[in-house]
């Protein structure tokens, strides 16, 4: 199973990562919050269609944080443009 951690400053605003084309078949499964951090309300994160919770920690910096099988779309909506972002995978095998 991968796992995959978006990190990306508040002022965002939509960006498609297509982590593969074989989408249909992928399972992603949502990392609960880190304790002390916030829902994010400034933008959404989806897996293949589906809302996952976007959080923001103490220093503003805003997160969706979940695992997958195979190749999934991760599409994120935000109020206000995007400027950049840091995308963060790691092989829990």
Sequence with gaps: ????????PIKIHVLSLLLSS??????????PRVPGDEANTHFTVKVNGTTFE?????????YAHFAFTDKVKVEITAQE???????????DK
């Design 1 to 8: 199973m991968h796992s995959v951690t978006v990190i990306m």
């Design 81 to 91: 443009p995007i400027t950049s972002f840091d995308l963060s995978l790691s092989n």
């Design 54 to 62: 976007a959080c923001s920690t103490a220093m503003n910096v805003g």
């Design 22 to 31: 074989a989408i249909a078949q992928a399972a992603a499964t949502p990392y």
